[in-house]
């Protein structure tokens, strides 16, 4: 998908429904991806809004936590994250994931991909969800941005199910 200026992506309905009780417990309903401007030309980034799924606090809460309190950037596929009032103006460098307080949105820092493709510098995105008490990965999606702001999905992965011929959701 892309490249685009604005991508939103979301776990379907039909997913959601062949996923049974699991489906029930997405911490992360949509995200929105759209370009982040930073200073300089090495580095890129994606601010990613994030509407977390009804109850989303709670799962959370009882299936991570640090010192800190619950990790919502590990609900993302992120371990470690940093507080978005440390975003420098130029990325701070590759890699970096930044929350906002409120958890309404994150950036991810990454360099510039040199085509939509360039899957060498792609970042990850996780929907997952809980099961026995532990976040278990759902979905995935991989995504580029280029210096001019296009953000491009370069692969996505759903585990456990696939869709059939007939475009439903089964498991794998």
Not at 120 to 129: C, E, G, I, P
Request: proline residues 5%; negative net charge.
């Amino acid at each position: 998908m892309g490249p685009a200026e604005e991508i939103v992506v979301e776990i379907p309905e039909g997913l959601k429904e062949a996923m049974g009780p699991d489906g029930e417990n997405l911490f992360l309903q949509r995200a929105t991806l759209t370009a982040y401007e930073l200073d300089g030309a090495q580095n890129c980034a994606v601010r990613i809004d994030l509407e977390w799924a009804p109850g989303a606090d709670e799962l959370i809460a009882s299936s991570s936590s640090s010192d800190d309190g619950p990790n919502y950037g590990f609900a993302l596929g992120y371990a470690y994250h940093h507080p978005l009032s440390e975003l420098s103006p130029d990325g701070e460098g590759p890699g970096n994931f930044f929350i906002a307080d409120d958890y309404s949105h994150a950036v991810r820092v990454n360099d510039c991909a040199a085509s939509p493709m360039d899957d060498d510098n792609s970042s990850a995105l996780d929907f997952k969800f809980l099961r026995d008490g532990d976040m278990t990965d759902g979905a995935e999606i991989d995504f580029t941005v280029m210096k001019d702001g296009s953000i491009t999905i370069v692969d996505s992965d759903v585990e456990d199910f696939v869709r059939d011929s007939n475009g439903d959701w089964v498991a794998d």
